[in-house]
């Protein structure tokens, strides 16, 4: 099965860059992507990583490493409206009909 | 011109009862989904449907099932309602990459249907 941990809470303060964590353990891998979700909101889709490395879309720069089953968002020059809950995600086994298990989510809240 | 959408926003009913929510996706998408998002706000998938097959989350009851009359709907009926039920449905579709892996297309959500059982 999947198993995706995240931190529960993240505090940070405007204009400062935050790090959101993700371990996982999987029977097999595809990649990590990212959502967002505001309270009361959908959760949108932020990036994701199949292979190793650095994404950065904007201010929000994704991280992998297969090796270390290890992850992580980073939010750069954060801003008030950053505030929301932020899941890791990775498909299932054999990547079986694209079904995403959700990592229990990371609420940051930043402050002025 | 909503990508994805929900009805009802809101759905309360007793315990017992059978209930539906529709979603329709107007983005082309060939695979849709259901989530159920819990107080804890933890998001769990339920299942994964396009128009050659079904997948289904092992540990959602029977009780819930998805029809989708055609590609651009699938809803999701629910019967015999348990107050445990009450938690936060979403619907969501992507579109599968040819060739390519299935995971590397992003998934657009709904807006969620708020079901509360008393």
């Known amino acids: 099965g999947q198993s995706l941990e995240q931190p529960s809470e993240v505090t940070a303060v405007e204009g400062a860059i935050v790090q959101i964590n993700c371990t996982y353990q999987?029977?097999?891998?595809?990649?990590l992507s990212w959502y967002q979700q505001h309270d009361g909101g959908a959760p949108t889709f932020l990036s994701y990583?199949?292979?190793?490395g650095l994404e950065e879309t904007g201010r929000f720069s994704s991280f992998l490493s297969r090796s270390d089953s290890y992850g992580y968002l980073l939010l750069q020059e954060l801003q008030m409206k950053d505030s929301a809950s932020y899941f890791c995600?990775?498909?299932?086994?054999?990547?079986?009909?694209?079904?995403?298990?959700f990592g229990g989510g990371t609420r940051l809240m930043v402050k002025p | 011109d909503t990508a994805v959408s929900q009805t009802p926003k809101y759905l309360v009913t007793q315990m017992g009862n059978d209930k539906s929510i529709k979603c329709e996706q107007n983005?082309?998408?060939?695979?849709m989904y259901w989530y159920k998002q819990d107080s804890k706000k933890f998001l769990k998938i339920m299942f994964s449907?396009?128009?050659?097959?079904?997948?289904i989350n092992e540990t959602v009851p029977n009780r819930f099932s998805p029809k989708s009359p055609d590609k651009a709907h699938l809803n999701l009926h629910i019967n015999s309602l348990e107050l445990g039920d009450s938690a936060v449905y979403f619907c969501?579709?992507?579109?599968?990459?040819?060739?390519?892996?299935?995971?590397?297309?992003?998934?657009?959500f709904g807006p969620g249907t708020r079901l509360t059982v008393t």
């Open positions: 999987t029977s097999g891998f595809y990649g």
């Open positions: 449907y396009n128009n050659k097959e079904l997948i």
């Open positions: 990583n199949a292979l190793d």
């Open positions: 983005l082309g998408h060939d695979t």
């Open positions: 969501a579709s992507s579109q599968r990459l040819a060739g390519g892996s299935t995971f590397l297309n992003e998934q657009y």
């Open positions: 995600a990775a498909p299932g086994i054999n990547n079986a009909g694209n079904m995403l298990t």
